[in-house]
């Protein structure tokens, strides 16, 4: 039973990963626009500037 | 942020416009592909005084950053690269609100935490016994407390809210379980009994309930910024008039004794007197009426009417708030909130279900008490009941349906703005229009054939001119295939017409009795040379699919009316002419709002489809209401359905999605109860394990959203 010493941080902390990944995408604005998201990924203005 | 390339780092910070307040907002409406998003940015962005531009396609708006920046050269520079925009009044779009963020953050963090102690849980259902299930539990609590503390907020404090007013609503008995179900865990980890963890069950409540929650909030925010943007793109501007020089200003920072000026084809901003010009005013919108009125000197003008021919100079009586037109929106308001008391289905539902949760709850706990005389086992017992009857596919059944009828209306241009619209539309048996604007056009069109010659002569002689009559007379020309014959020296002559030079003949086009020597008739226009006088004379022109939107509304069985303000001649011959057998003329708002009453009395349910100032009564008695993008604010903020095109076709697909929607949360509900009156005995009889409520749980949420998801017939 002690890999459960490992495991269970180990899962946890990939919970709170998933969490932290979630919020950081949701600051970012990332759910604001999403038809436009999925437009803009076709033009070819960003293929330079990602982040622009 | 770092950037994921190396070469991204030797780009400049991005401009941290975006999260700040746009200087300048514009609607577009016809955006709808990554082509034009780059087109409108690239357009906007050539132009020097523009910091940043950035369109946000699911709004269709976009929000354009820079110093001293004015709408104008916007406007015309993206009229250049092909796009239709205008402006939006950023004040009365108001801030878009953060609750929609927060309800996701909670949602996220249930669904996070969720997941991590089902895998625990997963592990104590398949075996884990002695110190490792208890070592289990003890995490689970250091997880899902915290977690259920945060997410469960928005029930906790509704339900706190309704207790302390001695009312019961649907999130008591869901707090109820969720609290009961962690804080009974907890002890009963830290003491070490031999009781269930309903870790799992109270953050799965939690998270389906957030859900539906925030179906709910997206689609009545969705309509609430949709209808906010029709109210900002009335940017209503003034022209003031002091010590003769004209200056622009917003129509609401107008006082009483201001001298204004209205332009032709300018709407006007304030109520007022004339002092001086001649013109014609388009009244339609206020009082239905096709025709539009004469105004001389020492009249009264009102808000809300279209001057058409003349300037005319107003001394303001009453502005902003004050005007009819104004005070006649805050009566609406007040109207608006006592039709949103009505009670729909899943306010129903819950009001009958709360009390017969805890019934049950507080039965099972005693019953369980009384008999084994084990109080911790009676808790289990009650709590299982608690979960299991907890509503959380009803949560979600009604939100769900509403939430892809309404997008799906939305596409075909019907904005639902109330959350009970599709209810109460689903009962409707009565189809109640209004005339101008709503099954005509308001646009005048020419009546029988007049002389080609007369008629093109009539043309150049009304290309300038804004009013109705003139706009139709080019039309029926363009129509016809006739060249507007040239006509020198054209001035239009407030209130009387339109005069020109011809051949060397005075022309003139007008009141028949301006125009030549005959009998002033009151209906049409006269065209005179001097010696030959032509009247034309017009009638209103029905929407293009007014036709076909009564034959399909007849067919599904609805019985159809007519009411109007305008003449009853008028009103009949377009009853006639769409073969609308009930149309009564000459009501005003009061007699249409009573009609409506007496349809009701008779058990009757109305839909009101209006537009002007004179509906707005009738709009506000009927069971459900229903107004065109281009009618009045007060009529539109009256109205359950916003239609956003000018064709009337989609009322018919309305009703029929209304209808069938409103079967499928009755479905869905009658669903969410069927796991019920299986699981409910179950957990009475105290064989309900966190497992199969996990089960029981998931499987209800899935088949009612799948069940909504389902195409709508």
Not at chain 2, 407 to 421: D, E, F, H, M, N
Not at chain 2, 633 to 657: F, N, Q
Request: a negative charge; charged letters at 20%; proline letters at 5%.
């Amino acid at each position: 039973m002690n890999v459960l010493a490992i495991l269970i941080p180990v899962s946890v902390s990939l919970g709170i990963l998933g969490l932290a990944a979630f919020v950081w995408t949701m600051r970012a604005s990332q759910y604001d626009d999403p038809d436009g998201d999925r437009a803009r990924i076709l033009d070819e203005r960003y293929d330079d500037d990602p982040a622009g | 942020m770092t950037a994921a390339c190396p070469a991204c780092v030797a780009l400049p910070e991005r401009a941290a416009t975006r999260d700040a307040d746009p200087d300048v907002v514009l609607h577009l409406p016809d955006i709808h592909c990554a082509g034009c998003i780059a087109s409108v940015e690239d357009a906007l962005g050539r132009l020097p005084e523009v910091r940043e531009a950035r369109v946000n396609l699911t709004l269709r708006r976009v929000f354009i950053a820079g110093a001293n920046i004015t709408p104008g050269p916007m406007i015309e520079a993206l009229a250049g690269a092909g796009h239709r925009a205008q402006e939006l009044d950023t004040g009365r779009l108001g801030r878009q609100g953060n609750e929609g963020r927060d309800l996701l953050m909670r949602i996220g963090v249930a669904g996070f935490a969720m997941m991590n102690v089902m895998l625990l849980s997963v592990a104590v259902w398949s075996g884990a016994a002695g110190a490792t299930e208890r070592l289990f539990h003890l995490i689970s609590a250091a997880i899902a407390l915290p977690a259920v503390a945060f997410s469960g907020r928005p029930f906790f404090a509704s339900a706190l809210t309704a207790l302390s007013r001695g009312r019961l609503n649907m999130d008591v008995p869901i707090s109820l379980a969720i609290a009961l179900a962690a804080l009974v865990s907890l002890a009963s980890a830290l003491l070490g009994g031999e009781q269930h963890g309903w870790f799992d069950a109270a953050l799965a409540l939690t998270f389906f309930l957030l859900i539906g929650r925030y179906l709910d909030h997206a689609g009545r925010n969705a309509a609430r910024s949709a209808a906010a943007e029709l109210a900002a793109l009335d940017v209503s501007q003034a022209i003031l008039l002091e010590g003769g020089a004209e200056r622009i200003v917003r129509a609401e920072s107008l006082a009483p004794g201001d001298m204004i000026r209205a332009r032709p084809g300018d709407r006007l901003p304030a109520d007022g007197v004339v002092t001086s010009g001649l013109s014609d005013l388009d009244r339609s919108a206020l009082t239905g009426e096709s025709k539009a009125g004469r105004v001389g000197p020492g009249e009264e003008v009102a808000a809300g009417e279209v001057n058409l021919t003349g300037p005319l100079d107003i001394r303001v009586v009453r502005a902003g708030r004050e005007t009819a037109l104004s005070r006649l929106t805050d009566l609406v308001a007040t109207a608006e909130a006592q039709r949103s008391r009505h009670a729909g289905i899943a306010d129903r539902a819950a009001r009958a279900y709360a009390p017969v949760v805890h019934i049950l709850g507080a039965a099972a706990f005693l019953l369980w008490l009384g008999l084994t005389g084990d109080a911790w086992r009676a808790l289990d017992v009650a709590i299982s009941v608690l979960v299991i009857t907890c509503p959380c596919a009803l949560g979600l059944a009604v939100p769900a349906v509403s939430t892809v009828a309404t997008a799906r209306l939305y596409k075909l241009g019907l904005l639902v703005k109330s959350r009970t619209a599709l209810e109460r539309l689903s009962e409707i048996d009565l189809v109640v229009f209004d005339k101008t604007g709503t099954l005509t056009t308001g646009a005048a069109r020419l009546r029988g054939e007049p002389d080609p010659a007369a008629l093109s002569l009539a043309a150049g002689l009304a290309q300038g001119s804004n009013h109705p009559y003139s706009r139709a007379i080019v039309a029926a020309a363009a129509e016809r295939g006739l060249e507007p014959a040239p006509v020198q020296d054209v001035t239009e002559v407030a209130g009387r017409g339109v005069e020109g030079h011809s051949g060397g003949r005075r022309v003139r086009l007008g009141r028949p009795d301006w125009a030549g020597p005959g009998d002033a008739d009151p209906d049409g226009v006269a065209l005179g040379d001097g010696s030959h006088v032509t009247l034309f004379t017009f009638e209103e022109e029905p929407r293009p699919d007014a036709e076909e939107c009564l034959r399909m509304l007849e067919a599904h069985g609805y019985d159809i009316a007519l009411l109007s303000g305008d003449a009853s001649a008028a009103v009949a011959r377009v009853a006639t002419r769409l073969g609308i057998e009930t149309a009564k003329g000459r009501m005003t708002p009061e007699e249409k709002a009573a009609w409506l009453e007496a349809r009701a009395a008779e058990g009757r349910r109305t839909l009101m489809i209006g537009d002007g100032l004179n509906d707005t009564g009738a709009l506000s008695v009927a069971h459900a209401a229903l107004s065109p993008g281009s009618a009045l604010e007060a009529a539109r903020s009256l109205a359950d359905v916003v239609l956003l095109s000018d064709r009337l076709e989609p009322i018919a697909t309305l009703l029929a999605t209304a209808r069938a929607s409103t079967v499928r949360m009755k479905q869905n509900i009658a669903l969410a109860g069927l796991y019920n009156v299986v699981a409910v005995p179950l957990a009475f009889s105290g064989h309900a394990t966190p497992l199969i409520a996990a089960l029981a749980m998931s499987a209800s949420s899935l088949t009612v959203s799948l069940n909504a998801a389902r195409k709508l017939a």
